[in-house]
């Protein structure tokens, strides 16, 4: 029994925002703040733009006071260009570390709590990677609300883009987006309540639809973030550029992955392995728990592999315990108190009494839908797709290269967002054409073929078995042996998926076909991640090759990976951005090809 | 302390929007003491019935996506773990129902646009901000000034104030959404008083509200909101 697919309705709009998180409503802000009255419509997968996973952030935003008598804008372009292991691009990192304070400020006008001190000033945090004179010491430019830093920038910007009368599509999928000749056009979307499929036709489409997290077995992402907007850009056609660049945080609550700040590290806490030993001395003897991300993910995920894990028999994730025990109680209740509540609250544990399990989660996309430094999305090195752009977690300028700086995503999001809603501005006069004849009949084709299917399977189980495949093969440590079984695996996983019989064929409301579609974009996003680190045969930033554990400077290059067929690429370079370099001008050097050391 | 495992049983309230049909469906289930109520819903989704539906989004208590009712008490599914519901209900028999606030769409999902359409009423934002003093400089907000709201601003709408709330299903715009426009009125820089208190003074503002407490008892935010909406009943805000 195969229902009539159609388009219920056609909708017109100016500007046609995908995903309303920090990124989409940042940039919908500056449309509207220029030009009033701009009809917009952005649409979010959940229930409201609110519930976005921006608002989850925690920690803060960087941003380069000008009144800071020792930090300034170069020593963050820097660090940022350090951190990504110098494949960043450096007009990007220039045009957004410029841009940060600027941005601050126009928060803090609109509603934005930044804490401040009982001076007024504001405070600021230090965060890893951010240092002042190159390197010198740690930098204090993180600007921060409390705990919430995330929630504060999304209520400021979804607060913005209400007032200006922002019309919101919720708890709806971009489904396929519509190109006409060169240009797209807008995209078709299906509303899930409804269960209907709309096609809007735009003259500015924007995606923002943030990470790929649920790829991996244990991520701090939150449950709809699995890489739609890198699948669709693949379906029609378009690449995505260093999909293998995954950031891995060391330490996940086990369970739900929520992330246990680098804090307790820094305060003192020891990880420790089954036999209770404090293994980071033998990683890393000098800075032990201080190591940089990477290093201290890979001892843990060493550990473990050894057998020198824990298995939480709960969610049957195996881990290493961070002691925090022997911190005195000022520690516990004044410096980590958020981290210790989430211990408590999510595994009851008391980490002033009980060893508490972390372990390695996936954590953050720096690749993505490849853009310029207006968030004009790329078709290949060379040319853009007219009408389209891309801002967020969900693309790449690339500001971060190959690991990301904490605080850094943030300030990624409402700059970018920023920079892409000035250049759409310029393309409002434009006169845009009709959807295309055929608009959504690809959508129509691959929901049919959902409902079509009749193999008693479990999706649900599917996507488990996708995502510990990941976190085993393509996680924190990566060899050619390893990818080759995973893409192997990856095929067996999709001819499973394609064969299982959907719980029920109502199109309305119907969580299990809505996952049925995404486990085919997390298939997607992990069959690139894969291909794209079987290609890069060196180790750089978030990417560790077991075989090649060394950064090899003859891939010194964005990789563009084109989808064909599933399991089918094809690679392209795009050459890395070295203007700060280039141009000669005062400590030019620090931004050549330079050692990540810390 | 690893191994205790719990026999939880679920009946769930479920409804078929195309049959109109309303149902309590019953799901057995052996589960680890740290399993979250969500974590549960994904395994009968996994293990017994994937047409389940049920809403969620971080999955750690930031968002507010995944209230629901456990035996008529309406929380945060996420941060629920069955060791403490076992014990906070003493009983391994829940009831698990979706929020009042809103017509449900599904099971356990009800339509929180339609719930969010009460905030946007009440202007989420600031509708008129102060004029600064130079163009560059940032809006300074003392500690002080702000240790008098901050707590609101912790608000994450997930509505479960408004599903204990006894008046706020007719008329009323309800706890959160009324605290909404509270806290822009406590923040220096609004400059659009007038405006808020017409709301909050109107037939769905709070002269709606009994005092009864409900809210601030269930915000799993910890947020005493009938403070302050017991602040603008008398009259703390009007000029
Ligand atoms: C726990 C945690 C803490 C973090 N803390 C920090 C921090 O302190 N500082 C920092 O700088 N960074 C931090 N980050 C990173 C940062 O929060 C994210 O990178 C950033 O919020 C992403 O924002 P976004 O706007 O790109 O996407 P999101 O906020 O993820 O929004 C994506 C939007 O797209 C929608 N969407 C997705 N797919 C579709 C589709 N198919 N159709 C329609 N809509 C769709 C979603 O519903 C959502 O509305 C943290 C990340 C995590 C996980
Ligand atoms: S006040 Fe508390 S209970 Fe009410 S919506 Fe906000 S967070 Fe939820
Ligand atoms: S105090 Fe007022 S708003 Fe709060 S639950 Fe009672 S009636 Fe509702
Ligand atoms: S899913 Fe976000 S609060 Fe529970």
Redesign the interface.
């Known amino acids: 029994m195969t229902q009539k697919l159609k388009i219920s309705s056609t909708l017109r709009c100016d500007v046609l925002i995908i995903g309303a998180g920090g990124a989409g409503l940042r940039c919908a802000s500056a449309v509207l703040e220029k030009k009033p009255g701009t009809h917009i419509v952005a649409v979010t997968k959940?229930?409201?733009p609110?519930?976005?996973?921006t608002?989850?952030a925690q920690g803060g935003m960087a941003a380069v006071d000008p009144r800071d008598p020792i930090d300034k804008p170069i020593y963050h372009m820097f660090d940022t260009w350090k951190g990504s292991d110098c494949i960043a691009d450096q007009n990007i990192i220039k045009k957004i570390v410029e841009a940060g304070w600027?941005q601050?400020?126009w928060m803090?006008?609109?509603?934005m709590?930044?804490t401040?001190?009982?001076d007024?000033k504001?405070s600021k945090r230090t965060f890893g990677g951010h240092t002042v004179n190159f390197g010198e010491s740690s930098a204090f430019r993180c600007v921060f609300e409390?705990d919430?830093t995330g929630?504060?920038i999304m209520?400021?910007v979804?607060?913005?883009s209400?007032?200006g009368g922002t019309t919101?599509i919720?708890?709806a999928v971009v489904t396929e987006l519509l190109i006409k000749g060169d240009r797209c056009v807008g995209a078709v979307i299906f509303k899930q309540?409804e269960g209907e499929f709309v096609s809007i036709v735009a003259k500015a489409t924007v995606f923002a639809t943030g990470g790929n997290g649920q790829v991996f077995k244990v991520t701090t992402n939150?449950?709809?973030n699995t890489g739609d907007g890198n699948a669709i850009i693949l379906k029609a056609g378009l690449p995505v550029m260093d999909p293998e660049a995954i950031q891995f945080h060391p330490t996940g609550i086990v369970?739900?992955g929520?992330l246990a700040s680098e804090t307790l590290r820094s305060v003192g806490g020891i990880l420790r392995n089954k036999e209770l030993e404090p293994f980071m001395e033998h990683y890393a003897p000098k800075m032990k728990e201080l190591a940089p991300r990477d290093l201290v993910a890979r001892a843990i995920e060493t550990e473990i592999r050894e057998g020198r894990g824990i298995l939480?028999?709960?969610?049957n994730i195996e881990h290493v315990w961070i002691d925090l025990r022997h911190l005195p109680d000022y520690v516990h209740d004044v410096e980590i108190p958020e981290v210790s509540g989430?211990f408590k609250?999510?595994?009851?544990l008391d980490p002033k009494k009980d060893l508490c399990p972390v372990r390695p989660s996936n954590h953050y996309q720096m690749g993505g839908i490849p853009t310029n430094e207006n968030g004009e999305v790329q078709k290949n090195p060379r040319e853009m797709v007219p009408g389209l752009f891309a801002v967020g977690e969900c693309a790449a300028a690339s500001f971060h290269g190959f690991n990301r700086l904490g605080t850094n995503s943030l300030l990624e999001l409402i700059t970018m967002g920023k920079f892409a809603g000035e250049k759409i501005i310029d393309t409002l006069g434009e006169d845009v054409p009709d959807a295309p004849e055929d608009a959504g009949e690809r959508s129509f084709s691959l929901f049919s073929r959902f409902m079509e299917a009749g193999a008693k399977d479990?999706?649900?189980?599917i996507r488990?078995e996708m995502r510990n495949l990941m976190t085993e093969k393509v996680g924190v440590f990566r060899t050619e042996q390893g990818m080759n079984d995973a893409i192997e695996g990856l095929r067996e996983l999709r001819e499973r998926a394609d064969k299982t019989v959907?719980?029920?064929q109502?199109l309305?409301?119907?969580?299990?076909l809505i996952q049925r579609w995404e486990l085919n974009n997390l298939l997607d996003n992990a069959m690139v991640i894969t291909k794209g680190a079987l290609n890069r045969k060196e180790s750089r930033g978030g990417h560790f090759r077991d075989d090649f554990p060394d950064r090899d400077d003859t891939f010194h290059y964005h990789t563009l990976v084109h989808k064909t067929e599933f399991g089918d690429v094809h690679l392209e370079k795009r050459p890395v951005d070295m203007s700060l370099y280039e141009a000669k001008g005062e400590h030019y050097e620090k931004f050549g090809i330079i050692e990540r050391k810390y | 302390m690893y191994n205790e495992i719990y026999d939880i049983t679920l009946k769930v309230k479920r409804y078929d929007p195309e049959a109109k049909r309303t149902w309590v469906q019953d799901y057995n289930l052996k589960a680890g003491r740290i399993l979250r109520f969500t974590d549960l819903f994904r395994r009968i989704n996994n293990e017994l019935d994937p047409s389940l539906a049920w809403n969620s989004s971080c999955e750690h208590a930031q968002c507010g996506t995944c209230a629901v009712q456990i035996n008529g008490k309406p929380l945060l599914a996420c941060e629920l773990l069955v060791e403490n519901a076992v014990a906070q209900f003493g009983t391994s028999v829940f009831k698990v129902e979706p929020i009042t606030i809103a017509p449900v769409v599904r099971d356990l999902i009800v339509d929180l646009e339609q719930a969010y359409d009460r905030v946007h009423k009440a202007k989420p934002y600031i509708i008129d901000g102060a004029k600064k003093s130079q163009a560059q400089a940032e809006s300074q907000i003392l500690p002080r000034d702000l240790e008098r709201y901050v707590e609101a601003t912790r608000c994450i709408n997930c509505f479960c104030c408004a599903t204990a709330c006894i008046s706020s299903h007719k008329g009323f715009l309800g706890p959160n959404a009324v605290m909404a426009s509270i806290v822009r009125l406590m923040d220096p820089r609004e400059q659009a008083r007038e405006e808020r208190l017409d709301l909050l003074y109107s037939e769905e503002g709070i002269y709606r509200c009994h005092t009864s407490k409900a809210c601030s008892f269930v915000c799993p935010k910890e947020i005493d909101v009938a403070h302050f909406i017991a602040l603008a009943k008398e009259g703390k805000f009007k000029t």
């Open positions: 959940v229930a409201s609110q519930k976005s996973h608002q989850t600027e601050a400020v803090e006008n609109r509603g709590h930044f401040r001190m009982e007024g504001l409390a919430r929630k504060g209520d400021n979804w607060g913005e209400i007032k919101f919720n708890q309540k939150c449950r709809q369970g739900p929520i939480n028999p709960d969610h989430f609250k999510f595994i009851n479990n999706l649900g189980k488990e959907l719980a029920s109502s309305i409301m119907n969580q299990d």
